[in-house]
């Protein structure tokens, strides 16, 4: 099998430009950029779009941050959320018809 296309990206030169690659034909910046991966998220789905759906996804993200593709988080996107001790988490959600729903998740330690 063709180690590219089995499933498993290499991790040498070839996998560097596979991922690269990857993320700027789904950012739609090959083309006009000279350099990839960018590392300005502006450069992003200003041309022709060639993935709607991501482009969608990060333009309703607060920060812009969201996993649209595979490689998504090539040039230091990642949209990881992560807190090694966690207390509680809350998550709003909006939009839906003017109302607000609300939902509070605690976490309690065992420790």
Sequence with gaps: ???VFDGRLAANELGAI????CAALNRSTP???H???????SEFYTRATTNHFS???HANMADGRAYGFAFDDVGGFESLVHEPDPR???I???GFQAEVFLLL???HSTV
């Design 88 to 90: 509680s988490a809350k």
């Design 18 to 21: 596979s991922r690269s690659l």
């Design 31 to 33: 083309g006009f950029l």
């Design 105 to 107: 998740i605690e976490f």
């Design 35 to 41: 350099t990839q991966p960018t590392y300005n998220a």
């Design 1 to 3: 099998m063709n180690p």
């Design 55 to 57: 482009k969608i996804v």
């Design 92 to 94: 709003t959600l909006t």
